[in-house]
Each structure stands twice: as structure tokens, then as C-alpha cells.
């Protein structure tokens, strides 16, 4: 059974930090590029960063500079390092492992708000 848990998420101020992880297990880590999602209340469930099988990263244009996604394949986990946050990060963050022709997989989301 494949399972995707979140943690880290919570309340924080403008300006402040988080750290996102996700621990996968289920499925062989590493040959999955893992992603991370979020979904503000009323809006569309976005990208916000990926990072392939073999390390390459990409970014949503709104949080380039300010948010990193690394893996550690030893841990089945990926993080998204959360600097510089602003109100409109607030939303539901999502895990998502998938790769070409396999089935892709979602974690149940952590709240992130930020407010002050």
C-alpha cells in the first residue's frame, strides 16, 4: 500500500519559515520525481516545485527564490524549505510522487497559514 504522509505544516508569521516533508512509502523513492502542490480555499490546486529522479528542480514563478525542494532518497522523504512567507502562501500544501506510466500518487495535505 502506497502511502505519501505531510508534516511540518502550521501557523506562522509574514516573513517567517517552514519545513515541509513528505515520507513516501509503497513505492521505490528514488525513481520517482516527487512534487509539491498547494490549494488555497476557492482556488485550483497549483505546482509549486519539483524535483526529478535524478535531482532537477523546477519552481513556480511566485516562490522562486524564496522556497527549496531537496530529497533524500535514504529517507523516502522530500522537503520544501519555506523562507520569505507571505499571506498568499496560506493554503493546503499536497505531496505528489509520479512518474511516466506508472500511477501517480497524493498525500492527504498540511495547512500552512500565514497571518499575523
Known amino acids: 500500500q502506497v502511502q505519501l504522509v505531510e508534516s511540518g505544516g502550521g501557523l506562522v508569521q509574514p516573513g517567517g519559515s517552514l519545513r515541509l516533508s513528505c515520507t513516501a512509502s509503497?513505492?521505490?523513492?528514488?525513481?520517482?520525481?516527487m512534487g509539491w502542490y498547494r490549494q488555497a480555499p476557492g482556488k485550483q490546486r497549483e505546482l509549486v516545485a519539483t524535483?526529478?529522479?535524478?535531482?532537477?528542480?523546477n519552481y513556480a514563478d511566485s516562490v522562486k527564490g524564496r522556497f527549496t525542494i531537496s530529497r533524500d532518497n535514504a529517507k523516502n522523504t522530500v522537503y520544501l524549505q519555506m523562507n520569505s512567507l507571505k499571506p498568499e502562501d496560506t493554503a493546503v500544501y499536497y505531496c505528489?510522487?509520479?512518474?511516466?506510466?506508472?500511477?501517480?500518487?497524493w498525500g492527504q495535505g498540511t495547512q500552512v497559514t500565514v497571518s499575523s
Open positions: 524535483i526529478s529522479a535524478g535531482g532537477s528542480v
Open positions: 509503497g513505492i521505490t523513492f528514488s525513481l520517482y520525481t
Open positions: 505528489k510522487a509520479f512518474r511516466p506510466l506508472a500511477t501517480a500518487y
